[in-house]
């Protein structure tokens, strides 16, 4: 199974919803699910500073939390978290891409990938404004 994983976002919804619709005050995250949703992927899931690994129709409220104010060690058990409620969905994951920022990423990779669930970030090494340009020119 191949899903793709996207962070949450600074902007959200400001009354409890379903995940997709949390996030979709920011335009880098429309488009980040437009382009996922026209990949080859089984399924995509955001990355929640707060709540880990969210699916998609998940209720949840809004927040205020961020991994790019957390310490080394925090964002450590945050991703074991994410590990640990992705192995409960029993998901058989062969590969993961990830649409995320450094942060999101960097503990969680290679505990994927100690389990043999291959990991890439299509998009490393590209700003925002980037992102953005890549994800108007290879949607419809």
């Avoid at 998940?58 to 104010?69: R, W």
Wanted: hydrophobic content about 35%.
């Amino acid at each position: 199974m191949k899903i793709a994983l996207v962070s949450c976002t600074k902007v959200k919804a400001n009354y409890p919803c379903v995940t997709r619709e949390m996030y979709q005050q920011s335009t880098l995250f429309k488009k980040a699910i437009k382009f996922i949703e026209q990949g080859d992927y089984n399924d995509w899931f955001v990355l929640s500073a707060k709540y880990g690994l969210l699916k998609q129709h998940e209720v949840i409220e809004p927040y205020d939390l961020s991994l790019n104010n957390m310490k080394a060690s925090e964002r450590k058990r945050w991703a074991e978290l994410v590990l640990k409620q992705i192995e409960s969905m029993k998901l058989n994951l062969s590969h993961v891409d990830f649409y995320t920022g450094i942060k999101y990423r960097q503990y969680l990779i290679p505990l994927l990938e100690q389990k043999g669930i291959e990991c890439t970030v299509p998009l490393q090494g590209k700003g925002i404004g980037e992102q953005l340009k890549f994800y108007i020119d290879n949607t419809n």
